[in-house]
T-cell receptor
Framework: DGGITQSPKYLFRKEGQNVTLSCEQN?????MYWYRQDPGQGLRLIYY???????QKGDIAEGYSVSREKKESFPLTVTSAQKNPTAFYLC?????????????FGPGTRLTVT | AQKITQTQPGMFVQEKEAVTLDCTYD???????LFWYKQPSSGEMIFLIY??????QNATEGRYSLNFQKARKSANLVISASQLGDSAMYFC?????????????????FGAGTQVVVTP
């Protein structure tokens, strides 16, 4: 089955540690995205990537980093510089080039930093 | 500036009744697309329905329909015959054509969402 996988579903870290969230897709989509969601709120775009080895900052990129070495993979690192990292993180992918193409989402990773 | 506004933070609806979720948007781009997503408590975002700005008819997908009023910049989601499984957060989102020709690459802009609780 085609889809997006994110692992792990729950992640716990101590303050000051970097942590990397995994996102893999087998939909052959060019574009991939990372969103952050805080309780009771909408999605905010962290980073996005249109092609391998290229990515752009979204609206809240500070304290995060990404890489896109393979088309299928778009890992997100939450660095110790991120002041409030506890949140729900969603990865998405889409075909690019058409207005109507929806984004497909993974199941999300809930990160708790104490 | 907020591009997508969902004014209803939460609402209750009885099973088998219809419910309308409000969404207004702000754009000067004549070409854009509007999306609705459902987010159950499990967290995954599920695509429901799409409406293009040039589409002549309102979009429908099963029990979901989109009441598109272009002049009012409104794209309300109507869920008919609500079911208990419809209890979820619902998000409205927009993609502007101009964003696809810049380095924004057609990113989606989301509203804050509306929490729907369906009661027996």
């Amino acid at each position: 089955d085609g889809g997006i996988t994110q692992s792990p579903k729950y992640l716990f870290r101590k303050e000051g540690q970097n942590v990397t969230l995994s996102c893999e897709q087998n939909l052959n989509h060019d574009a991939m995205y990372w969103y952050r969601q805080d309780p009771g709120q909408g999605l905010r775009l962290i980073y996005y990537s249109q092609i391998v080895n290229d990515f752009q900052k979204g609206d809240i990129a500070e304290g995060y980093s990404v890489s896109r070495e393979k088309k299928e993979s778009f890992p997100l690192t939450v660095t110790s510089a991120q002041k409030n990292p506890t949140a729900f993180y969603l990865c998405a992918s889409s075909i690019s080039g058409q207005l109507s193409y929806e984004q497909y989402f993974g199941p999300g990773t809930r990160l708790t930093v104490t | 500036a907020q591009k997508i506004t969902q004014t209803q933070p939460g609402m209750f609806v009885q099973e088998k009744e219809a419910v309308t979720l409000d969404c207004t948007y702000d754009t000067s781009d004549p070409s854009y697309g509007l999306f609705w997503y459902k987010q159950p408590s499990s967290g995954e975002m599920i695509f429901l329905i799409y409406q293009g700005s040039y589409d002549q008819q309102n979009a429908t997908e099963g029990r979901y329909s989109l009441n598109f009023q272009k002049a009012r910049k409104s794209a309300n989601l109507v869920i008919s015959a609500s079911q208990l499984g419809d209890s979820a957060m619902y998000f409205c989102a927009m993609r502007e054509w101009e964003s696809m020709t810049t380095d924004s690459w057609g990113k989606l802009q989301f509203g804050a969402g509306t929490q729907v609780v369906v009661t027996p």
